[in-house]
T-cell receptor, first 114, second 114 residues
Framework: DAKTTQPTSMDCAEGRAANLPCNHS???????VYWYRQIHSQGPQYIIH???NNETNEMASLIITEDRKSSTLILPHATLRDTAVYYC???????????????FGQGTILTVHP | DAGVIQSPRHEVTEMGQEVTLRCKPI?????LFWYRQTMMRGLELLIY????????DSGMPEDRFSAKMPNASFSTLKIQPSEPRDSAVYFC????????????FGNGTRLTVT
């Protein structure tokens, strides 16, 4: 899988949007961008994923640049409960029998403060 | 949906003892993954099953580790004999369509080997 680069840590004020960047300059055409987060003492939680179009769900929005070399996860109204480690992962679309590992890096520690 | 269920939540054992970790995937999911998380190495994929068959065990650290999936609703990860360096949080995850769909993680088993 292509490697990703994320800032080690970020802060955000409660109620404001949290914008978490990720660089994946060596991403291949068949690799998706996935975001997970891990709240202390819990297992990783899936947030969102996309290939090249922007995506939105009830948790977040994912903005992928046109060249697909970077992306931004947006939490529109951060709350204290969004404090977690956020992982950006690129992953091959497994399709038929091919195998794409979900490989976690070090992630971004997001701290939401009052 | 009860989610992925892991037991025990915490395990403390002495070096040399056998340890068995258990996982019940989400009903209907046909892929199961075991991960290990440590401060030094982060989240590492140990082994992946598809339709109860081990597909890739290249992440299993050594012969002391073994994993089984006797049926679609149960998997075990066994360490025999255990060593202090095996201390970590072990996560189980499942997904409905293998590597083309997001993984759902359990809350892990924290293993301490003294």
């Amino acid at each position: 899988d292509a490697k990703t680069t994320q800032p080690t840590s970020m802060d955000c004020a409660e109620g404001r949007a949290a914008n978490l960047p990720c660089n994946h300059s060596t991403i291949s055409g068949n690799e998706y961008v996935y975001w997970y987060r891990q709240i202390h003492s819990q297992g990783p939680q899936y947030i969102i994923h996309g290939l090249k179009n922007n995506e939105t769900n009830e948790m977040a929005s994912l903005i992928i640049t046109e060249d697909r070399k970077s992306s931004t996860l947006i939490l529109p109204h951060a709350t204290l409960r969004d404090t977690a480690v956020y992982y950006c992962i690129v992953r091959v679309d497994a399709g038929g029998t091919s195998y794409g590992k979900l490989t976690f890096g070090q992630g971004t520690i997001l701290t939401v403060h009052p | 949906d009860a989610g992925v269920i892991q037991s025990p939540r915490h395990e403390v054992t002495e070096m040399g003892q056998e340890v068995t970790l258990r996982c019940k995937p989400i009903s209907g999911h046909n892929s199961l993954f075991w991960y290990r998380q440590t401060m030094m190495r982060g989240l590492e994929l140990l082994i992946y099953f598809n339709n109860n068959v081990p597909i890739d065990d290249s992440g299993m650290p050594e012969d002391r580790f073994s994993a089984k999936m006797p049926n679609a609703s149960f998997s075990t990860l066994k360490i025999q004999p255990s060593e202090p360096r095996d201390s970590a949080v072990y996560f189980c995850a499942s997904s409905p369509r293998g590597l083309s769909s997001p993984l759902h993680f359990g809350n892990g088993t924290r293993l301490t080997v003294t």
